[in-house]
């Protein structure tokens, strides 16, 4: 089919190709059977699985091309060696993405994140991953956006992850009466108002402290668990409308800051 110096390529060659690729794949299907089984089997995690699966994904297509390009005539070592002058070039540039790189199969092997956890980055953002790969992953938001994020980010910033080793997580809702209100009754009435609330947890229990003497309010605040982390905005929301409800029915009242302005006239 095509004949030009050393590169030949025929119907054979293109038989064999087509074979090479075939095994490929069938290799890949294998290997992600036998670590799948192992993973079944609590032998190895989950990210272990993940991390060999691509690595040797990434090895036996390497290899196959090769193979491929060496059947075909190319000479890979005269190949590499006219472009070790843009390879260097070319590392140079891709650093970042090398590092990503690394960063990945650290994040795979080590397992301190996976599919699904909920976590906050170093800027302030939550979201839930949705997709670990080798350079990249993928985190969506509570406003349901998908954020490609480079997988260093994950290595050198701080991140919070909501689902490490526990379902359950702590938050808190802070809430501020007026001076003379019945504290007692107050902190009942929060406390009722989160074990009120279905996605609320009620082992550990719900509690409430009195957290400061303000300005213009007594400040409670009122600690909570849930499973639903990736929704808590949206708890606490609730718990606030439950807040409000139940003072207005007792008239316990929600303070707001004062100031009188004095006059005079000269």
Same mark, same amino acid.
Request: neutral net charge; hydrophobic residues 45%.
């Given at each position: 089919?095509?004949?030009?110096?050393?590169?030949?390529?025929?119907?054979? #060659? !293109?038989?064999?190709?087509?074979?090479?690729?075939?095994?490929?794949?069938? !290799?890949?299907?294998?290997?992600?059977?036998?670590?799948?089984?192992?993973?079944?089997?609590?032998?190895?995690?989950?990210?272990?699985?993940?991390?060999?699966?691509?690595?040797?994904?990434?090895?036996?297509?390497?290899?196959?091309? %090769?193979?491929?390009?060496?059947?075909?005539?190319?000479?890979?070592? !005269?190949?590499?060696?006219?472009?070790?002058?843009?390879? $260097?070039?070319?590392?140079?540039?891709?650093?970042?993405?090398?590092?990503?790189?690394?960063?990945?199969?650290?994040?795979?092997?080590?397992?301190?994140? #996976?599919?699904?956890?909920?976590? *906050? !980055?170093?800027?302030?953002?939550?979201?839930?991953?949705?997709?670990?790969?080798?350079?990249?992953?993928? $985190?969506?938001?509570?406003?349901?956006?998908?954020?490609?994020?480079?997988?260093?980010?994950?290595?050198?910033?701080?991140?919070?992850?909501?689902?490490?080793?526990?379902? %359950?997580?702590?938050?808190? $809702?802070?809430?501020?009466?007026?001076?003379?209100?019945?504290?007692?009754?107050?902190?009942?009435?929060?406390?009722?108002? %989160?074990?009120?609330?279905? *996605?609320?947890?009620?082992?550990?229990?719900?509690?409430?402290?009195?957290?400061?003497?303000?300005?213009?309010?007594?400040?409670?605040?009122?600690?909570?668990?849930?499973?639903?982390?990736?929704? $808590?905005?949206?708890?606490?929301?609730?718990?606030?409308?439950?807040?409000?409800?139940?003072?207005?029915?007792?008239?316990?009242?929600?303070?707001?800051?004062?100031?009188?302005?004095?006059?005079?006239?000269?």
């Amino acid at each position: 089919i095509i004949e030009s110096g050393k590169i030949t390529i025929s119907v054979y #060659h !293109l038989l064999i190709i087509i074979l090479i690729v075939i095994l490929t794949i069938l !290799l890949q299907l294998l290997i992600r059977r036998v670590l799948k089984r192992g993973v079944k089997r609590k032998k190895i995690s989950y990210g272990t699985y993940k991390a060999i699966f691509q690595l040797a994904k990434y090895f036996i297509w390497i290899l196959s091309i %090769a193979w491929v390009l060496d059947l075909i005539g190319i000479n890979l070592n !005269l190949l590499l060696a006219g472009s070790a002058a843009l390879l $260097v070039g070319l590392g140079m540039g891709v650093q970042e993405i090398f590092n990503d790189l690394v960063c990945g199969f650290f994040i795979l092997f080590e397992g301190n994140l #996976h599919e699904d956890d909920v976590i *906050q !980055l170093e800027n302030g953002t939550v979201g839930k991953v949705i997709k670990i790969g080798i350079r990249t992953s993928l $985190v969506q938001t509570r406003d349901d956006i998908t954020m490609i994020v480079p997988n260093s980010r994950f290595i050198n910033d701080n991140v919070i992850n909501w689902s490490h080793d526990q379902t %359950a997580t702590r938050f808190s $809702v802070t809430v501020g009466v007026a001076y003379g209100s019945d504290i007692k009754l107050v902190r009942k009435l929060l406390s009722d108002c %989160a074990k009120k609330h279905e *996605q609320i947890i009620q082992s550990p229990e719900p509690f409430v402290r009195l957290i400061d003497f303000a300005d213009s309010s007594l400040n409670f605040e009122v600690y909570f668990w849930t499973n639903e982390s990736f929704y $808590v905005e949206s708890i606490k929301s609730d718990l606030r409308f439950y807040i409000d409800e139940a003072f207005r029915e007792n008239g316990i009242q929600i303070p707001f800051p004062q100031r009188d302005i004095h006059m005079c006239n000269n």
